[in-house]
């Protein structure tokens, strides 16, 4: 049987970002393992047929943590003999692409999420964060899947690879069918959560998905809240701090706000695509991004879309159309736009429907799943 080793830094990616390939993966014939950090998400993966391996990698670099994650995963991959190995995840992905090459993997496969250099970076860290991107494509990896265009077009013209057929754009996608099927809901749904939290329907609710950290903008996000014009604004802040995260000192901070009856934090919860159907406005004011799957989900539940002006998050909104973009660090910039948007009803449901369509027109999760497989089926067809 042909085998496949899927490896990221914590469960949480594995089974809420990478569940429908594996899945798919496992349908079309491939024996397929994971190999993550443990947390609450173990027994989700197992669930889905999956063959889940407790190998520990920290999110940040720390040499000796890093030396025995690169390991471990060696170890792994020589008891496994994978025809491939895939990896997520900025770290993960370096130190998996190691031990893989080490283990003599026949096809390393590397999707860049989002690289991890971006514009507002120094020209120091750039380079640095550049090179390291460049030179892993270039002696670690067999393939390089991108989601955003702006990615494919960045790795393709440096040559990441040494083989520039094998940069692929594989875009980003959700279950349009199911979960984030905006007709399947009852306007109920939108009625009960309103209520749950005390939001009339005069109120416009503007909704943050995201790791509660400071490169997703949180704290931008928040402190625009005090510089409305408007007073019948709800924020509602879904996500948590997942473990391993670096940045506590952002959550902490978040406790200043956490008495004001306006901001609404649910913590990390499964009903997602219901909160999105009871709002109005998604707020992404993120400082780095590959192609945000909460823009998409927020789209395909009829909600304008505020972010911020970075690869990704750009390709995705279409300015003045299904939504606004804005720079980094801009609390009044999503203040004005939030005011606009509630006294401009029109334009608010215009860039509604319009992200709507966005969103079923581009982004089915379906062709992003079949690209990956027709890379996966080639390589171990031969």
Do not use: W
Not at 177 to 182: G, P, S, T
Not at 221 to 242: C, R, T
Not at 342 to 362: I, P, V, W
């Amino acid at each position: 049987m042909k085998k496949i080793v899927q490896v990221s830094a914590i469960d949480m990616t594995m089974n809420n970002f990478l569940a429908p390939l594996n899945k798919a993966s496992k349908e079309s014939g491939f024996e397929v393992h994971t190999a993550c950090s443990p947390g609450n998400y173990v027994d989700e993966i197992k669930k889905d047929g999956l063959i889940f391996h407790d190998i520990k990698i920290d999110r940040k670099i720390s040499p000796l943590s890093n030396l025995k994650s690169i390991y471990k995963l060696y170890t792994l991959f020589k008891a496994i003999n994978p025809d491939i190995v895939h990896v997520h995840t900025p770290v993960a992905a370096v130190l998996g692409r190691i031990a893989a090459k080490l283990a003599r993997v026949p096809t390393i496969i590397y999707t860049a999420h989002g690289f991890y250099f971006h514009d507002d970076m120094n020209e120091k860290d750039y380079k640095f964060y550049f090179n390291i991107e460049k030179y892993m494509g270039r002696y670690f990896t067999d393939f390089i899947f991108t989601q955003s265009i702006e990615d494919h077009e960045i790795a393709k013209s440096n040559n990441f690879l040494k083989n520039k057929s094998n940069h692929i754009h594989i875009s980003n996608g959700i279950d349009l069918d199911k979960k984030f099927n905006y007709e399947s809901l009852s306007p109920k749904v939108r009625e009960d959560i309103r209520n749950l939290h005390s939001i009339s329907e005069e109120d416009i609710v503007v909704t943050f998905i995201g790791r509660l950290v400071e490169e997703k903008g949180i704290l931008d996000f928040l402190e625009s809240i005090e510089l409305l014009e408007s007073n019948n604004i709800k924020y509602i802040i879904i996500g948590s701090l997942p473990p391993g995260e670096r940045d506590t000192e952002t959550f902490n901070k978040l406790k200043n706000f956490e008495d004001n009856p306006n901001v609404i934090f649910t913590g990390q919860i499964e009903n997602v695509n219901e909160y999105l159907y009871a709002s109005d406005v998604f707020c992404l004011p993120s400082y780095r991004e590959g192609m945000p799957r909460s823009i998409i989900e927020a789209m395909s539940m009829k909600n304008a879309v505020l972010a911020t002006n970075i690869r990704g998050s750009r390709e995705e909104v279409v300015k003045n159309e299904t939504g606004f973009l804005f720079e980094i660090n801009d609390s009044q910039a999503i203040a004005s736009y939030i005011d606009k948007l509630n006294s401009d009803r029109a334009l608010l449901t215009k860039m509604q429907e319009n992200g709507y369509e966005r969103a079923h027109k581009l982004y089915n999760e379906k062709d992003v799943v079949e690209k990956q497989l027709e890379i996966f089926n080639l390589v171990t067809n031969k």
